[in-house]
């Protein structure tokens, strides 16, 4: 079975702090993605990266940056958190495109962040 | 962008009755999924569907697709209270591997 794992599951940081989120796959995919999740709003795409060193913005990436220096680690940051950046974040990972199965994302069980 | 919009936005039934819920999407895709969240975890898959099949079962699940109406029903049958969760449909369209997500439909299954 595929294994993501989330560094945290509860985070409790302050204005101004930089935050790192960890989230690490076992399964030697080559997709990574960082998504928050709000009531309301579902699942909103934050970064992806589809290598090592490689990303892509996605629907919301002002305010955090990721790093992927190896293929099962993928690190999203927030730079300078603001309090308007509480939320669930959720990271998924998935094989290269092919056949409709590859597509598939496999998700970690979530990290839930509060900026004081 | 929010792609698949589910509906109902809610859902309350007992438990052995079956539960449909729907998504509509807007632009052509290249496959539909479906996923699971319990409360406060993160998301299971549960089944895909391509563009070019018009039903998939998957043990107590039925899944369609309407490319024609750009829709899709979720049919959970004989449901059980450990079916309590939120639902969510997924599209792709692209060559790319990104999911877009519809914001999900809360299920509640009453013992």
């Known amino acids: 079975d595929v294994k993501v794992t989330q560094s945290s599951r509860y985070l409790v940081k302050r204005t101004g702090e930089k935050v790192f989120l960890e989230c690490v796959q076992d399964?030697?995919?080559?997709?990574m993605f960082w998504y928050r999740q709000d009531p309301g709003l579902g699942l909103r795409l934050i970064y992806f990266?589809?290598?090592?060193?490689?990303?892509e913005k996605g629907d919301i990436p002002e305010g955090y940056s990721v790093s992927r220096e190896k293929k099962e680690r993928f690190s999203l940051i927030l730079e300078s958190a603001s309090t308007n950046q509480t939320s669930m974040y959720l990271c998924?990972?998935?094989?290269?495109?092919?056949?409709?199965?590859?597509?598939?994302?496999?998700f970690g069980p979530g990290t839930r962040l509060l900026v004081l | 962008s929010q792609q698949g919009e589910e509906d109902p936005q809610a859902l309350s039934i007992q438990e052995g009755e079956n539960a449909t819920m729907n998504c509509s999407y807007k632009?052509?895709?290249?496959?539909l999924q479906w996923y699971r969240q319990n409360s406060g975890r993160g998301l299971v898959h549960l089944i895909l569907?391509?563009?070019?099949?018009r039903e998939k079962h998957s043990g107590r699940l039925r899944v369609t697709l309407d490319t024609s109406k750009k829709s899709s029903s979720l049919l959970i049958t004989a449901s059980r209270a450990a079916d309590t969760a939120s639902y969510f449909c997924?599209?792709?369209?692209?060559?790319?591997?990104?999911?877009?997500f519809g914001k999900g439909i809360t299920l509640s299954v009453r013992p």
């Open positions: 997924a599209t792709d369209s692209g060559a790319n591997s990104k999911l877009t």
């Open positions: 990266s589809y290598d090592v060193k490689m990303k």
């Open positions: 998924a990972s998935s094989l290269l495109p092919g056949q409709g199965a590859r597509k598939t994302q496999y």
């Open positions: 632009t052509s895709i290249n496959n």
């Open positions: 569907i391509r563009s070019n099949e």
């Open positions: 399964m030697d995919h080559e997709n």
